[in-house]
C-alpha cells in the first residue's frame, strides 16, 4: 500500500473509533492548565496511526502531539500527526474535531490528509493534484477586499486576550473585516479557507501537526500559508501562522497594515 492510501485508511478507521466512543470524565487531563487538555483517546488514535505508519514504513519519522520523538532527521520522510485536533470540542461537543495528518519528504509536502470526524468529511490534498473534500474538488474563495473578509481564529481567549507582539494588528483587523468566526480546531480551520468558507486564518500559536497536514490542503486549493510577519511558515516549530486565500490578499493586508497605507 502507498503512503497516501494507507493514511486514508488508517484516518478512516481511526474517526469510526472516534465517533462511537463515549468519553469518560476520568479520560481527561490537564497539560500545562485547565485551557489544555488531552485525553485517553488523543493518546489511543496516536499509538494507532503511528503503529500503521511505521509498520509499513518503518524508516519513516513520525512527528505527533502526543509522542513527539525527542529527535528527527528533518531531511527524511516525516510524518506530522496530529490525533485530535480540537480536543476541547471532542470533550466539549463531541463535533468539530478532527484528525490531522501532514506527509513530507524533507521540506517537500506530499500530501495532507483532514478527517472533520463527526461530518465523515475528509479533506485531501496531493501536492500537484489539487484539493478535495470526500470527492468534491475545493477551492478558495476570490475575496480579497477587506470589508469583505471572513475571518477564522483558533481561540478567541489566545487570539485577542494575551499579549503578544501580534495581538493589536489582530484586533485591528477584526474592526475591519466582515466577521470573526472560531471553531477551535487549526485543522479544521484552515480547511474552511482551502474550501472557500472562510477567507483568511491567523493564530499566534500553532504547532507543526496542528498545521502541516491542512497547509498541503490550502496550498492545493489555490491559497498559501505564512508566519504573522509575512514570512514563511516554518515545517519544523511552533509558529504564528496567518493563512490566506490569494497572494492578492497578501498584497492588500502589506499596503494597509505593514506599510500603513489604504483605505477601507
Ligand atoms: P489541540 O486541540 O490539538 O490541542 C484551539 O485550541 C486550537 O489550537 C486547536 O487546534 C488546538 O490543538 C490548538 N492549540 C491548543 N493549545 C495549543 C498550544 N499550546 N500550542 C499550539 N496549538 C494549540
Ligand atoms: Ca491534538
Given at each position: 500500500m502507498e503512503r497516501f492510501e494507507l493514511a486514508r485508511d488508517a484516518v478512516i478507521k481511526a474517526g469510526e473509533a472516534l465517533r462511537q466512543c463515549h468519553l469518560d470524565k476520568s479520560e481527561v487531563e490537564r497539560k500545562?492548565?485547565?485551557?489544555?487538555?488531552?485525553?485517553?483517546?488523543?493518546?489511543?488514535?496516536?499509538q494507532f496511526l503511528r503503529r500503521r505508519i511505521l509498520s509499513a514504513f518503518p524508516q519513516d519519522s513520525v512527528v505527533g502531539e502526543e509522542y513527539p520523538p525527542e529527535e528527527h532527521s528533518p531531511s527524511g520522510m516525516t510524518w506530522y500527526l496530529d490525533p485530535i485536533d480540537g480536543t476541547t470540542n471532542f470533550i466539549n461537543q463531541h463535533r468539530n474535531y478532527a484528525i490531522s495528518v501532514g506527509c513530507w519528504n524533507g521540506g517537500e509536502p506530499l500530501f495532507g490528509m483532514v478527517l472533520d470526524v463527526e461530518r465523515q468529511c475528509l479533506y485531501w490534498g496531493k501536492h500537484g493534484g489539487g484539493a478535495w473534500r470526500n470527492q468534491t474538488p475545493i477551492h478558495v474563495s476570490d475575496r480579497n477586499r477587506i470589508p469583505e473578509l471572513l475571518v477564522?481564529?483558533?481561540?478567541?481567549?489566545?487570539?485577542?486576550?494575551?499579549?503578544?507582539?501580534?495581538?493589536?494588528?489582530?484586533?485591528?483587523?477584526?474592526?475591519?473585516?466582515?466577521?470573526?468566526?472560531?471553531?477551535?480546531?487549526?485543522a479544521l480551520e484552515l480547511c474552511e479557507v482551502a474550501?472557500?468558507?472562510?477567507?483568511?486564518?491567523?493564530?499566534?500559536?500553532s504547532s507543526p501537526w496542528d498545521h502541516n497536514g491542512a497547509r498541503i490542503i490550502l496550498e492545493e486549493a489555490g491559497g498559501?500559508?505564512?508566519?504573522?510577519?509575512?514570512?514563511?511558515?516554518?515545517?519544523?516549530t511552533k509558529s504564528t501562522v496567518l493563512a490566506v486565500n490569494d497572494e492578492k490578499l497578501m498584497e492588500e493586508l502589506r499596503k494597509r497594515y505593514w506599510e500603513g497605507q489604504g483605505e477601507v
Open positions: 500545562s492548565g485547565h485551557q489544555d487538555l488531552v485525553t485517553y483517546w488523543d493518546r489511543e488514535t496516536e477564522t481564529t483558533p481561540g478567541i481567549q489566545k487570539t485577542f486576550l494575551e499579549d503578544h507582539p501580534y495581538r493589536d494588528w489582530l484586533i485591528r483587523l477584526a474592526r475591519d473585516v466582515r466577521g470573526v468566526r472560531s471553531l477551535g480546531s487549526v474550501a472557500g468558507e472562510a477567507d483568511l486564518f491567523a493564530a499566534l500559536r498559501a500559508a505564512y508566519s504573522l510577519d509575512g514570512g514563511p511558515l516554518p515545517l519544523q
